[in-house]
């Protein structure tokens, strides 16, 4: 992708292993979550697939230090957005409901989810 940020920090980079023509980017600008992206091509063309910002209510101050995204092995529509909270999208990124927040939340667990397995 190329976000319109002008500082990018980590990028988080995830593929479909049963459709590797889809592939997921997440970015931070060196502290906030800053962009979600997805392609259907391998890369050559990007869409904003969080237009609303909706992993933002998820993410912390320090997303630079563990964002990450992981999509399911064999449906490229099952995508993991992991910060300080956990969130799950079943749409390809058309919605983020968080499966675990952080702290006063309903399902609060603050862990710095750094991998998926």
Do not use: K
């Amino acid at each position: 992708p190329n976000p319109a940020a002008t500082n990018v920090g980590r990028i988080g980079l995830s593929l479909c292993a049963g459709s590797p023509d889809d592939v997921y980017a997440i970015y931070s600008d060196g502290s906030f979550h800053s962009g979600f992206y997805r392609s259907s091509d391998f890369g050559s063309n990007w869409i904003d697939a969080d237009p609303d910002g909706e992993i933002e209510d998820g993410a912390a101050s320090f997303s630079w230090y563990f964002g990450q995204v992981r999509v399911h092995p064999t449906d490229p529509n099952i995508v993991y957005a992991q910060d300080v909270a956990f969130m799950r999208s079943t749409n390809g990124g058309a919605t983020w409901p968080i499966i675990y927040g952080y702290g006063g939340s309903p399902n609060g667990l603050h862990v710095d989810h750094h991998a998926l397995a």
